[in-house]
């Protein structure tokens, strides 16, 4: 496991931006029959927002970003590096983050790259923004964070097709004369890579002879695979410890703890981890309901709607936990000081 | 201490959704309500009431419904 402070850095702002599209598991009963309901009684996903063909993840974090700095009043000349974190770019190159960067009308002195990670991405990326915004010459780091797994879904596949939904968010950082620390724990195990994968459409697989493009979903390679039992039992000998420990690596207690925002990644699978750790129901929201397991958006997603207000008006002790494709984990802990928390875009 | 097949065939019946006490053994393959969805509230309720992780690759080796008893006999403590 990797452990790592960073001190007098803070999270200033989240936004989050979901597709105006709705769709509910009763538009699979045509396809699962009577198992649509009891699948999604199981995953808490009453419906989720499905991107339409012309909107990327980047569109939803752009829309994001422009509210958060709009809202905010945050300078642009003063973000000094953005980050865009996902596993659905708009090109398989340049980075997305450079186009974002021009988007949004950023400086051309401003980073920007990529990062490539999934459901543990959001801890991962404030990792990544707050080192850097602890030691660049410019104050705001830009962190986007987004998916659109719809786009990799195969509908007729019950381990994915009634759980994923597409999200994009923006997180502004800073540097803080507090005396503010973010303590994080990060892992990863790839022996486990197989568990959720898109194996084809990239380069180890590349005798796909639609050149990654999709024509029949069934056979497609480049359709999410996600082995949910492997997946299940990954997070149950992980997630438990890696929260554990990131709390004792912060000295802290559980009971010290405002709320543990977790990776939504099933009703049922965070439901289990929260009676296993003994924890009361109102510290660990759920926000499945009407948005599905949006991959690394989930976490950001959740401040928005189920926090959105508690955090606006209120100093909080969070614990930030992800986990999943990789394998890959990362918690934090993490204090806020009331933030910029506009409401849910719709794109 | 061992488990017994009594209380693996409940935890069974409860995970597949099936009248408590209507489980018999056999192969798995003959029962529909063995699927990805029972497998992992499977793999919860061991852990749950158990103390127990049962490993997916060989959950999904299992041919019979003693099978899985066995198997979890052989299991080892999933206290973290």
């Not at chain 1, 509210?67 to 300078?75: A, C, Q, S, V």
């Not at chain 1, 912060?250 to 010290?256: C, F, L, V, Y």
């Not at chain 1, 984990?329 to 875009?345: H, K």
């Amino acid at each position: 496991m990797a452990f790592c402070n960073v001190s007098q850095v803070e999270i200033r702002g989240v936004a989050t931006a979901v597709p105006v599209a709705r769709v509910s598991w009763k538009d699979s009963e045509s396809i699962f029959g009577s198992d649509a309901k009891r699948i999604a009684n199981s995953i808490g996903v009453e419906e989720r927002r499905i991107a339409s063909e012309g909107i990327c993840s980047s569109d939803l974090c752009y829309a994001a970003a422009e509210k958060l700095i709009t809202e905010g009043g945050f300078d642009r000349e003063e973000i000094g590096a953005v980050i865009f974190l996902s596993q659905t770019p708009d090109y398989t190159l340049p980075a997305t983050a450079c186009l974002l960067q021009a988007r949004l009308g950023l400086s051309d002195n401003c980073a920007a790259f990529d990062v490539n990670l999934g459901c543990s991405g959001y801890v991962y990326g404030l990792w990544v923004a707050s080192s850097l915004a602890a030691n660049l010459d410019r104050p705001l780091i830009l962190l986007l964070v987004g998916d659109t797994i719809s786009k990799l879904v195969d509908v007729s596949d019950r381990s994915v097709s009634l759980l994923f939904g597409d999200a994009g968010s923006a997180t502004l950082l800073s540097r803080s004369s507090s005396s503010s620390q973010f303590g994080f724990v990060l892992g990863s195990d790839g022996t486990g890579a197989d568990a959720i994968i898109v194996p084809g459409g990239r380069y180890r697989n590349q005798s796909d002879p639609t050149g990654g493009l999709c024509q029949d979903s069934i056979s497609c390679s480049d359709r999410l695979k996600m082995d949910g039992a492997e997946v299940f039992t990954f997070t149950l000998d992980r997630v438990i410890n890696f929260i554990r420990q990131c709390m004792e690596f912060s000295n802290i207690e559980e009971s010290q703890v405002d709320y543990f925002l977790l990776h939504q990644a099933n009703q049922f699978l965070l439901e289990h981890l929260r009676k296993k750790m003994g924890i009361q129901k109102e510290k660990w929201p759920i926000g499945l309901r009407n948005y599905g397991n949006t991959s690394c958006a989930s976490i950001p997603l959740l401040m928005t709607t189920e926090m959105r207000q508690n955090l606006i008006s209120e100093k909080l002790q969070l614990v930030l936990a992800g986990f999943g494709v990789g394998l890959s984990w990362a918690a934090v802990s993490l204090r806020t000081n009331g933030l910029i928390m506009p409401e849910l875009v719709e794109v | 201490m061992t488990v017994t097949k009594e209380k693996i065939y409940e935890i069974l019946e409860t995970a597949m959704e099936i009248e408590p006490g209507s489980l018999a053994n056999g192969n798995l393959s003959n029962f529909k309500e063995w699927d990805s969805m029972s497998t992992v509230s499977f793999i919860a309720l061991v852990d749950e009431q158990l103390q127990l992780r049962v490993p997916p690759k060989l959950l999904f080796q299992c041919v019979t419904v003693d099978d899985i008893v066995e198997l979890v006999q052989n299991s080892s403590s999933s206290n973290n």
